[in-house]
């Protein structure tokens, strides 16, 4: 079992920055990636960014640019720093670990962003 904990959600004005973390707990030595997921009111679950446990990283072509992940082994911690935010940005962020033979998905509570214009 993994379990996640986001944090740094908030509000911000277009143009601003917020940084999300993702705190890993349980079997973290099974993870084989993780990454941040969004879902804004409406719309399907997307994927934002992704990291390996290698560290090689993936962004959607609306993240690139403007978004980072990156990530603290030492405090089994995920980030996603987001800069040049828009209002099509807001939405709950989730965090997703991958983790087992079995490659199963565990999933965080999720953190809101809302970017006002």
């Known amino acids: 079992q993994v379990q996640l904990v986001e944090s740094g959600g908030g509000l911000v004005q277009a143009g601003g920055s917020l940084r999300l973390s993702c705190a890993a707990s349980?079997?973290?030595?099974?993870?084989?990636?993780m990454g941040w997921y969004r879902q804004a009111p409406g719309m399907q679950r997307e994927l934002v960014a992704v990291?390996?446990?290698?560290?090689?990283?993936n962004y959607a072509n609306s993240a690139k640019g403007r978004f980072t992940i990156s990530r603290d082994n030492a405090k089994n911690t995920i980030y996603l720093q987001m800069n040049s935010l828009k209002p099509e940005d807001t939405a709950v962020y989730y965090c997703?670990?991958?983790?087992?033979?079995?490659?199963?998905?565990?999933w965080g509570q999720g953190t809101q962003v809302t970017v006002s214009s």
């Open positions: 997703k670990a991958v983790a087992g033979l079995q490659w199963r998905d565990y």
């Open positions: 990291i390996s446990s290698g560290g090689s990283t």
């Open positions: 349980g079997s973290i030595f099974r993870i084989n990636a």
